[in-house]
């Protein structure tokens, strides 16, 4: 299966920062999310995004497929973005009859006031 | 309105003990999921339904067993309980291929 790996593991920041989260994975994939899982260890989708760059507020996200990465900017931080942050990588024959989503393992952020 | 549903939010139970986790999605999906995280919040799919049809099993104990009475629900079902099992269990659904949306877990503690 696909291998999908996250930088960096964990990442402390003052509120107010930006930050820059990284997804690498090994082969070519269906599709790409991007999940926040807050304290309370709800998962939240926060792009869907196999290719292009999208933005939602301070949010923004940049999966390059050909190059296998994608990439999460946070901007002006706050505490409430704390949390694990994963990239989930969809993979599956062309049919969809095995398709899933790999998580990777996840970037925990801690945004401090 | 909420999207995915999963109960209980909790469930703690004995070594040994049959226990249930039902899952209902109103987003008219075709594919529903479970997900294992574990103590390190390392998230690994369990199953996989399409269209009440089991596509994928990875390799999961014979004692968890999934149903899907239809589209919209997929429930898990685990039997004889061990103390490893202790985890959050995680319901999602999508489209086939699609942008997948989780339930809000279930956190499994076998004492």
């Known amino acids: 299966g696909i291998q999908v790996e996250q930088s960096p593991p964990d990442l402390i920041l003052q509120e107010g920062a930006n930050s820059t989260l990284r997804c690498n994975f090994s082969?070519?994939?269906?599709?790409l999310q991007w999940f926040h899982q807050n304290p309370w260890g709800q998962l939240i989708n926060l792009f869907y995004?196999?290719?292009g760059t999208k933005q939602n507020g301070r949010l923004s996200a940049t999966t390059v497929a050909t190059e296998r990465y994608s990439l999460l900017y946070i901007s002006s931080s706050q505490t409430t973005d704390s949390g694990v942050y994963f990239c989930a990588v969809g993979e599956g024959n062309s049919g969809g009859s095995n398709y899933k989503l790999t998580f990777g393992k996840g970037t925990l952020l801690t945004v401090n006031p | 309105d909420t999207a995915v549903s999963q109960t209980p939010k909790y469930l703690v139970t004995q070594m040994g003990n049959d226990k249930s986790i039902k899952c209902e999605q109103n987003?008219?999906?075709?594919?529903m999921y479970w997900y294992k995280q574990d103590s390190k919040k390392f998230l690994k799919i369990m199953f996989s339904?399409?269209?009440?049809?089991?596509?994928i099993n990875e390799t999961v104990p014979n004692r968890f067993s999934p149903k899907s009475p239809d589209k919209a629900h997929l429930n898990l079902h685990i039997n004889s309980l061990e103390l490893g099992d202790s985890a959050v269990y995680f319901c999602a659904s999508s489209r086939l291929r699609g942008e997948a949306f989780f339930g809000q877990g279930t956190r499994l503690t076998v004492v």
């Open positions: 082969d070519s994939v269906n599709n």
């Open positions: 987003l008219g999906h075709d594919t």
């Open positions: 995004i196999p290719s």
């Open positions: 339904y399409n269209n009440k049809e089991l596509i």
